[in-house]
């Protein structure tokens, strides 16, 4: 089979994830065109990726004004620039792999889809929990019967408290103005493995949180706005820009968070400092313009009784955690690798346990998975571009890809969560569905 070919709307870290699969399967993917601003990354990224000149652009407009040129585009821009690119390229004939949140707004959500059925063209939404080894594993679990009907499901997106503090107070996601609210930017991926596990649709829905210890209430006295100013309480400070940004010795997860706060490649230590008296990354946490919810609590109700928790919280190490009830036992897990069920209900007479409780202990992968943003969302980043080379290339649809309908349903279902939250009310989701849909 001839490889499936791809143009790159944005080289940041989502783009450059999923560029990674072509430098690792050629023969099933790749990269003919890149669409970035910033010279160096779309200049290494090309590089790598054998890439000419004549195929690197400064923008997505600038390459999407030639004709196509690949069977799909790759749209990793930031989330408040996806439309428009998302449906120019549908337009062009390309099909389309688009990074979550689809948009911030109920209404460009459906722009999109009405672009991808008008067009006729195969759109996949980067829920890339689904690609994942842990949780195609508890789906197939679930579907097995084993767990009987499920009943309720404990769910906690653990954010990372450095994580949270780099992306969501000081980053391109701290302010749900300038780009998403936190449930739609950093947990879109969450409502929508709980309705893909649970196979149902949800009906109702309810939203408590708020931005509670990454606030000026909370800034020590003496603080200074910026760290570099001589804060007296850097050596103190789980958040101090100095020792996030300016580790002595740079690993992965430093050399991560630096290339990220300069906009480059590999910073210097003197072009890092420059960004942190420059730009917000150098801005103490607590007196940031930041504003989306640190701690936030969904509740939902399915259309078949069954009832989900989700949390999501800054305060802990970066990982998910789930607890699946079933009439016939419980499935859990704190890392997405090991899972434990517990089954208390066995009615196979051939069974060696037949009437008798049992613990079935096992692994989703070989090997545990990092669940840092440099981790790959636990394998799914490659999963989801090795799906889609099926789904593009031979018209092969797995069980993770969702359909047009589903994606934008469990988009509509976090902004319902959000008016929940807002409005203090119980939201009906079809009603409101049916208001943008």
Known sequence: MNPVTAVILGAGSRGCSYAEYA??????????????????????????????????FTSWQELLSKPKM???????TLDDDHTEPAVRAMELGYHLLLEKPMSNTEEECRAIVEAARKYGRKLAVCHVL????????????????????????IHAECVGDVHY???????????SQDSSNMLLAKSCHDIDILQW?????????????RLSHFCKDNCPEGAPKRCLEGCPHE??????????????????????????????????????????????????????????????????????????????????????????????GELSSED???????????????????????????????KVVIQEITGGHGGGDSGIVDD?????????????????????????TVFAAEQSRATNTVVDVDEFVEKYL
């Open 130 to 153: 689904r690609y994942t080894p842990f949780f195609r594993t508890v789906k197939e679990i679930i579907d097995s019967g084993k767990l009987g009907k499920i009943m309720s499901i």
């Open 235 to 328: 050596k103190t400070c789980a958040y101090s820009a100095r020792k996030i940004y300016l580790p002595e010795t740079v690993d992965i997860w430093a050399g991560f968070l630096r290339s990220a706060a300069t906009g480059k490649v590999d910073p210097t230590d003197a072009e890092v400092e420059k960004a942190l008296w420059d730009t917000n990354y150098g801005v103490c946490v607590f007196q940031s313009d930041n504003d989306v919810v640190d701690h936030q609590t969904v509740n939902m109700e399915f259309e078949n009784g069954e009832t989900v928790v989700f949390t999501m919280a800054a305060f802990n190490f970066s990982t998910r955690r789930i607890r699946i009830m079933g009439t016939k």
């Open 23 to 56: 430098k690792e399967y050629p023969r099933q993917l790749q990269i003919v065109a890149i669409a970035e601003p910033r010279e160096d990354r779309r200049n290494l990224l090309a590089q790598e990726l054998n890439v000419p000149e004549s195929k690197r």
């Open 388 to 412: 889609l080379c099926l789904y593009f290339g031979d018209n092969i649809r797995t069980k993770s890809i969702s359909d047009i309908r589903t994606s934008i349903m469990n988009h509509m």
């Open 70 to 76: 690949a069977d799909c585009a790759f749209v990793c």
């Open 336 to 366: 997405m690798d090991n899972i434990t069920m517990n089954i208390f209900c066995v009615d196979d007479e051939n069974s060696p346990n037949y009437g008798k409780p049992a613990t079935e202990y096992l692994k989703a992968s070989e």
């Open 197 to 209: 596990l649970i196979g149902a649709k949800c009906t109702k829905i309810q939203s408590f949180g």
């Open 165 to 175: 503090s780099h992306s969501y107070v000081r980053g391109n996601w701290h302010n």
